[in-house]
């Protein structure tokens, strides 16, 4: 049994995992780490596929939204200034560059804040930024506050409904087992205090 | 019973035959984790269900550890992120909807099975000499609880957490010094948002460990405090703890996977539209009746008189006015957590 086990975990270890095609993962930085809704932020990659088209994508939690199209040189790099929407919602998002058949092929983090009120781009973010929180609470107040839940879509998946009902099933035989276990030892359990 | 032999609380011993046998045939894991120190004797009247609600909530406790640690994966502490993040959760991330639901139904299951705890403790008088410091210990782990369940609710950062945390603010104004670390001003540097995450997952969870091992000990040298009757081998209550807790767990999946717990929209600052956490409406009533003052007055009043317990029974009978107040203190409680859930809504900070 012992031998099985050591012969098992050596061969997972002489074994080379199956090699998965993907794409070259390519570099992008950039101009700003904040940049207000509205704003034009400067976006720059390196390291990727040469004279590829790639469309760039700004993806937060809740919301995605297309910033436009670029293609790389020779030499696999592009610069290009894209509009943050003015609808994008503040928050953490990821800039994302997709090769064409949707694979992501670069990522950079940026954090977008409340729209400013005119004309900012990306070099304001440090003005945006201090005036981030304010603008929050100035933004929160515009909106009505409501009790109400929100509507969100919750489904488990099949995967999912396997992995509850597999981890409730094992939960309940577990204990059943315990309690049969238990059942012929003294003062088997009762509600009475 | 045909067993004569009467067991003391605390008495170390053999135990029952079958739960030797068990831990004998469970061999390797037996010898290196030293099981054998589970075989002291308890009575056998602890295996009732009653003596093991404290249990209970630890196992909820453990569900809790579990399921938050999945959750602060998915969660982003930046309050202009915060509640995109939860959404994220529920929405899209890999069984988010559920470990959320399966967190907060086990936080719901904690609530009321630690009051249920605290409850049966009183009425079996278990905090009279020498119990009284695994007294106070249980009353600093259920502040402890109730505070876990309050940062909690502030986290979701939709408009309930928000009111909430603007309340934690409010008290801490009339707290004055004492309330400073609830303060935005106690660190500019950061978001208070941040910080109340920071006491949610690691502040608050190592003084509950801390505590719960401290209560842990004295229970173990101290016995548990059931009715003199024939022993039972402590490995024996254990495995019936974790039997019923472990079916318990199974229902809570099931509950979880097919009510999940709701979330509002983002927060909106200086307004109040919603109600807390069910556990802390009896709070909320006290705020419409007397104002912000009743989110300190009520639990004070409450805590003080648990901490006084084990000072004002000291004798060997307990006095009846004892119990008079504490069953007073009771359905008061009741009736404003009754009133919390009718009361009509009211903008309490500010007024």
């Known amino acids: ?193 | 019973m045909d067993r004569t032999e009467v067991v003391e609380p605390g008495k170390a011993g053999t135990g029952s035959a079958g739960g030797e046998r068990a831990l004998e045939h469970a061999g390797w894991a037996a010898t290196r984790f030293a099981l054998g120190g589970l075989r002291y004797r308890i009575p056998a009247a602890a295996n009732r269900l009653p003596y093991m609600l404290g249990g209970f909530t630890f196992l909820g406790l453990v569900v809790l550890a579990l399921t938050g640690v999945w959750l602060d994966q998915l969660y982003n502490p930046d309050p202009l992120a915060a509640h995109a993040s939860v959404v994220y959760t529920v929405t899209r991330a890999p069984l988010g909807a559920w470990v959320r639901a399966l967190h907060y139904w086990a936080a719901c299951v904690v609530l009321v099975s630690v009051a249920l705890h605290l409850i049966h403790v009183f009425r079996r008088r278990s905090y009279v000499a020498p119990r009284e410091v695994t007294w106070w210990s249980g009353v600093l782990l259920l502040v402890l609880v109730g505070a876990l369940a309050f940062t909690g609710t502030v986290l979701r950062a939709d408009q309930e957490g928000g009111e909430a945390l603007a309340h934690a603010v409010a008290a801490a104004e009339l707290l004055g010094p004492v309330g400073a670390p609830l303060s935005p001003d106690f660190a500019p540097g950061t978001s208070l948002l941040a910080r109340i995450h920071n006491a949610h997952v690691s502040l608050l969870p190592l003084l509950l460990a801390g505590t719960i091992a401290l209560h842990f000990w004295l229970i173990r040298h101290l016995g548990i405090n059931a009715p003199a009757s024939a022993p039972a081998s402590f490995a024996e209550h254990l495995r019936r703890l974790l039997g019923y807790g472990l079916i318990g767990i199974a229902a809570l999946c099931l509950v979880a996977a097919l009510l999940p717990p709701a979330l509002g929209h983002r927060a909106v600052d200086g307004v109040e539209v919603t109600k807390p956490f069910w556990p802390f409406l009896w709070i909320y009533a006290l705020e419409n009746t007397i104002g912000l003052w009743g989110m300190i007055v009520g639990p004070a009043v409450i805590l003080g008189f648990l901490v006084a317990v084990p000072l004002l029974d000291r004798r060997a009978a307990r006095p009846a006015w004892l119990v008079a107040l504490a069953a007073a203190l009771l359905v008061a409680l009741l009736g404003a957590l009754a009133y919390g859930f009718v009361a009509p809504q009211m903008q309490h900070i500010g007024m």
């Open chain 1, 1 to 193: 049994m012992r031998q099985s086990v050591l012969v098992l975990l050596a061969a997972g270890l002489v074994i080379r995992p199956a090699e998965a095609f993907t794409h070259d993962k390519g570099v992008i930085r950039l101009g700003a780490e904040e940049v207000a809704a509205g704003a034009e932020l400067e976006v720059r990659g390196e390291k990727l596929p040469k004279s590829t088209e790639f469309t760039l994508e700004l993806r937060g939690a809740l919301e995605t939204h297309t910033l436009g199209k670029v293609t790389t040189d020779t030499l696999g790099a592009f610069v290009a200034r894209v509009v943050v929407p003015a609808a994008a919602q503040p928050g953490a998002y990821v800039v994302r560059a997709l090769a064409p058949d949707g694979d992501e092929s670069a990522r950079a983090e940026v954090r977008v804040l409340v729209a400013a009120a005119t004309g900012a781009s990306a070099g304001d973010h440090d003005a945006a930024h201090e005036h981030g929180e304010a603008a929050h609470a100035e933004h929160a107040a515009s909106v009505e506050a409501t009790a109400e839940p929100l509507d969100l879509p919750v489904r488990h998946g099949a995967l999912g409904w396997a992995v509850i009902l597999a981890v409730s099933a094992g939960s309940l035989v577990s204990g059943l087992a315990l309690l049969r276990r238990a059942r012929s030892a003294p003062g088997h359990a009762t509600w009475t205090g």
